[in-house]
């Protein structure tokens, strides 16, 4: 593995190559990125990487290391000699110490399982929805390598057959005991032009603030899989002893099955458990969320888990979860209820102490599994990402970061409104109201997902954030004014008659087209603090030609055929 290609790597001119491990580091400034067979693979192998990278530069030790190492083209160099120390850790055929798996492994019956168990893109009694249908007969080494490295991060929970000698057994089998460490993760990393800024930007120095990934031996105690005796069947409960240690977690036991032709077969069971919660200090590369409910069941005053990526959301739509720092205090004086990953902790710290210019763009990906049906299948996979510039992370200058919080609440609520307008105007014909309003929330989020990606890329180049905001403000009366037009326009002559609706007082009242677009446009400049007020306050003498009226279009659906201007309903 160390010189034989298996990493997917995307070159800078657009073209897709596979690279061996020695190659990938020593050509890391050429390369974009590491692709994979899935999102997910591609995180367990960056995750991979930077455990060879810390080992290898033992370090970086602090904030002025970290500095040194970004100022040195070459380096990576230590590398190199690095794998060549560890070169039989790396063989994924070694006869006694085979890369990431267990000599030996065997059930009681030496049963030798399909090759879909660690290939994630087969899901089991779904193979019409795979790329490999009906099932996978055969991997090359490179394939079986990078799946044997997804295995032990992502592998789903469920029933195992049991090892010979791993005494959780229990009538052949290994009962539930979680997913692949990563698999519990709202994973998150950082990206920069190429490769080599991708590993450095998330390559975590022990002294940030906020973070102490290290145990408490020092960094002397961390040490990634290789580095350690081989596993035998079981698993042993202990804490992690870093970064190197959790990037290189193994969470199964796994022995491939081979012939001169590739891989075949596979044995596959359950190996270190590691629990999830209150490992924000430990785990850099995830979202965190608090848990009451643990907190109770526990009885302990403080629980925070891996706060899982919801693939139907947006990422632009959690950016809180990213810039807010763990050092913010709350409004309400309350422990935080979500923490920002460790690694934009990190970066914010770089970036605080100088040692990235507050311009510096990265960009923040998401990656994570959604499991269902008690964890034992694969439903779906979070894949999104965020382009900002770093001055968004400062811990002191904290405005651009607010700004961005505030516009992509602005934004939320008013689609809140949009669905409302939508739901009303069911209402008002005796409709549900749950299906438009979920549609029209639907098309705003998706009307205002690109302009605020663009929006957010520029406010740090902007000198003045809070003018920035203003403008977005007026950007998205902009975008979802006529979005509401053609709701009420397709809502037709039904909901411009409208009906008798009761209130939430107990009373009732006439609700059609024209009260509901009054209540949205009353909704939509309250959570748009009035973006057109100005405007309008320079123009009153000629209100006709103010912004407002110029453009936000009142879309009104004219009157039904032969109705007398006595029949319209009044309000109430």
């Not at 800024?197 to 031996?217: C, I, Q, S």
């Not at 890329?457 to 403000?473: H, I, K, V, Y």
């Amino acid at each position: 593995m160390i010189t034989q290609p298996w990493i997917p790597v995307l070159r800078q001119d657009g073209s897709q190559d596979e690279l061996s491990l020695h190659e990938v580091f020593l050509h890391a400034a050429d390369l974009r990125r590491i692709v994979g067979d899935l999102p997910t693979q591609e995180f367990a192998l960056l995750r991979l990487l930077l455990a060879v990278a810390h080992d290898a530069l033992d370090g970086p030790a602090d904030i002025d290391a970290w500095a040194e190492l970004w100022d040195d083209p070459a380096c990576f160099a230590p590398v190199e000699a690095y794998l060549d120390r560890h070169r039989h850790r790396f063989d994924l055929l070694h006869p006694h110490t085979p890369f990431f798996q267990t000599t030996g492994l065997r059930t009681a019956a030496d049963d030798v399982f399909s090759l879909n168990r660690i290939v994630a893109d087969v899901p089991n009694n779904e193979p019409f929805l795979s790329a490999r249908m009906p099932a996978v007969d055969r991997l090359t080494y490179a394939e079986a390598a990078r799946w044997t490295v997804h295995a032990h991060a992502y592998d789903t929970s469920g029933i195992k057959t049991g090892a010979v000698g791993d005494d959780r057994v229990k009538g052949g089998k290994v009962y539930p005991l979680g997913v692949g460490w990563a698999g519990n993760l709202g994973g998150v990393f950082a990206e920069g032009a190429n490769l080599r800024e991708m590993l450095l930007l998330n390559l975590v120095a022990p002294d940030t603030p906020y973070l102490d990934p290290v145990a408490d031996g020092g960094a002397a105690a961390d040490a990634p899989a290789w580095r350690r005796d081989p596993c035998g069947p079981g698993g042993a409960e202990r804490p992690p002893t870093g970064v190197r240690d959790l990037y290189t977690w193994q969470s199964r036991r796994l022995r491939l099955h081979h012939d001169a032709d590739g891989v075949y077969g596979v044995v596959l069971g359950y190996g270190d458990p590691l629990p999830s919660r209150n490992m924000h200090k430990r785990e850099p590369m995830s979202l965190w969320r608090r848990s009451e409910a643990q907190e109770k069941k526990l009885l302990q005053p403080l629980v925070y888990l891996p706060r899982e990526h919801d693939p139907s959301r947006s990422a632009w739509r959690g950016i809180a979860a990213l810039v807010v720092g763990r050092g913010e205090p709350t409004r309400s004086g309350e422990p935080a209820k979500f923490l920002r990953p460790g690694v934009l902790e990190w970066i914010s710290y770089l970036v605080t102490e100088g040692a990235l210019p507050r311009t510096f763009p990265i960009r923040t990906r998401i990656v994570g599994a959604v499991y269902g049906t008690q964890q034992s299948v694969v439903d779906d996979i979070a894949d999104d990402h965020l382009d900002l510039a770093v001055v968004l992370l400062h811990q002191q200058d904290r405005s651009y970061a607010r700004q961005a919080e505030a516009a992509a609440d602005e934004a939320e609520k008013a689609v809140i409104a949009l669905g409302d307008l939508a739901g009303n105007l069911a209402r008002a014909t005796g409709s549900s109201e749950d299906g438009p309003r979920a549609t029209a929330r639907d098309l705003g989020f998706g009307a205002l997902e690109i302009p605020y990606r663009h929006w957010l890329r520029e406010l740090g180049q902007a000198e003045d954030p809070t003018e920035s905001r203003s403008r977005w403000q007026r950007q998205v009366h902009d975008i979802l004014s006529p979005l509401a037009g053609r709701l009420i326009a397709d809502a037709g002559d039904n909901a411009w008659q409208g009906r008798t609706v009761p209130t939430r007082q107990g009373g009732t009242q006439w609700l059609n087209s024209a009260l509901a677009d009054r209540w949205f446009r009353a909704a939509l400049n309250k959570c748009l603090a009035h973006p057109y007020a100005r405007d309008d306050r320079d123009d009153a003498e000629d209100p006709d030609t103010s912004p407002a009226a110029a453009r936000a279009p009142q879309a009104r659906t004219p009157a039904p055929r032969n109705a007398r201007a006595s029949d319209a309903p009044t309000p109430a």
